[in-house]
Nanobody, 123 residues
């Protein structure tokens, strides 16, 4: 079992930055893929970014490439999502998720989810 708890959401003006954190606990993480997803009101949950917990590879949705960065601190068992140059369309509830399948962007490929944290970007 993997437990995930997100934090760091809030209200920010367009062009601003926010950093989200996801504290993980439970099973060994070395071969786990950590992902960030988001869901805006009335829309489907969508992939944002993913990274292998053990290090190295990351991948992003086209809509956030160059603006968002996923990283992790293995000593703290925490994954981060640094969001820069935020746009109103980035407004959503952001979720942290874990999978054993690398490179996947489908919500169905992720077995463990956090409770979500709200990010609101004002224009």
């Amino acid at each position: 079992q993997v437990q995930l708890v997100e934090s760091g959401g809030g209200l920010v003006q367009a062009g601003g930055s926010l950093s989200l954190s996801c504290a993980a606990s439970g099973r060994t993480f070395s071969n786990v893929v950590m992902g960030w997803f988001r869901q805006a009101p009335g829309k489907l949950r969508e992939f944002v970014a993913g990274s292998i917990w053990g290090g190295g590879s990351t991948y992003y949705a086209d809509s956030v490439k160059g603006r968002f960065t996923i990283s992790r601190d293995t000593a703290k068992n925490t994954v981060y999502l640094q969001m820069n140059s935020l746009k109103p369309e980035d407004t959503a509830v952001y979720y942290c998720a874990a999978s054993i399948l690398y490179g996947r962007t489908n919500v169905n490929d992720y077995s463990y989810w956090g409770q979500g944290t709200q990010v609101t970007v004002s224009s």
